[in-house]
Every structure is written in structure tokens, then in C-alpha cells.
């Protein structure tokens, strides 16, 4: 009798502890991804070639997240033009069309994004075609561990040598 209880004891606590595991994370998730909502502003740049990072003044980002919906307000000046865009990202890789920048100036590709959270990351990656060949880009959007600065990393490899990008800001709202 002692041990049918202790075994129907044990088979309740594991039950237990698998929903309250599914429901953390489950919970963890829509925590975690709502922490990158907000005003950001940007204080450095990082890359792996110096002399090709745009040296942007006034770069700020509006985040807003619904649901598997992650949108980014852009706001710059590059080369005294301003510059203003939204890009919407879902973070289920259902895939979304985005404008993003030819050559900083000259105008905008349209491309087809895949986005997924994984990680405690939005990851989002898209290709474009240039005359040397095919640039596949990766973008990586991670919170520091205190939360008060976001890295937006970029890594292109393909037609040219890779490179890798980082914009770091810092939460104002």
C-alpha cells in the first residue's frame, strides 16, 4: 500500500511539474519578447571593417510587439538626409516583405524576410541580388543581459568578403 502511494505521489508531482514547465515557458516567451518594446537610441557601432560603417546621427528605434508580431520604426540621418521606415516581422517564420536600403542612398530592395524568436533572439534573415552574385543577410536583434541596451547585429556573406555589424542602443522609453 506504501509504495502504490508513493508511486501514484510521484506520477501526480511529475504531472505537475510538466505543466507548470509548459506553462513557464509558454509565459517566458511573451516576457522575454515584450522587453524589446520601447524607445532606443544609439550610442556605438561595432564592425569588421571600420571605414564601412555609416556613421549615422540621430539613429532611433520605436519598438512594438503584439502577439508574433515584432514592428521597428527607424528613424536617421545619413549624409545630412533623413531617413524614416517601418519594418513588420512576424516571429513565427510565417515571412513578411520589407524595404531595406540598396547602397545608403540609392533607393530600396524589396525582400521577403523569414523571422523567428529563438533563444531570446528575433533572428531574421533575407537575400538580395547584387551584379557580383546573391548577399545573404542575417539579423539578430538580443537584449544585453541587464536589459537596458539593444544589439542589432547584421552578418552579410556571400558575392563579397563576409562582414558583421553590430548597432548597440540604449532604452530611452
Do not use: H
Not at 48 to 55: D, E, F, G, Q
Request: glycine share 8%; hydrophobic share 35%; aromatic share 14%.
Amino acid at each position: 500500500m506504501k509504495v502504490a502511494r508513493r508511486l501514484l505521489f510521484l506520477i501526480v508531482l511529475t504531472g505537475m511539474a510538466i505543466s507548470f514547465v509548459s506553462g513557464q515557458t509558454k509565459s517566458d516567451f511573451q516576457l522575454d519578447i515584450r522587453a524589446f518594446a520601447g524607445k532606443w537610441a544609439l550610442v556605438s557601432t561595432e564592425g569588421t571593417r571600420r571605414n564601412s560603417i555609416p556613421n549615422f546621427e540621430n539613429y532611433s528605434l520605436g519598438i512594438s510587439i503584439s502577439g508574433n508580431e515584432f514592428k521597428v520604426q527607424r528613424n536617421f540621418s545619413y549624409s545630412g538626409r533623413n531617413f524614416e521606415r517601418t519594418e513588420l516581422y512576424f516571429t513565427d517564420n510565417r515571412g513578411e516583405v520589407n524595404k531595406v536600403p540598396k547602397d545608403r542612398s540609392k533607393g530600396f530592395y524589396e525582400t521577403k524576410t523569414k523571422t523567428i524568436w529563438k533563444n531570446g533572439q528575433i533572428i531574421s534573415r533575407w537575400s538580395y541580388k547584387v551584379t557580383e552574385g546573391w548577399i545573404d543577410v542575417t539579423n539578430i536583434y538580443r537584449l544585453s543581459p541587464d536589459g537596458k541596451s539593444l544589439i542589432c547585429e547584421s552578418i552579410y556573406k556571400g558575392a563579397y568578403p563576409q562582414e558583421t555589424f553590430r548597432l548597440i542602443f540604449q532604452r530611452v522609453i
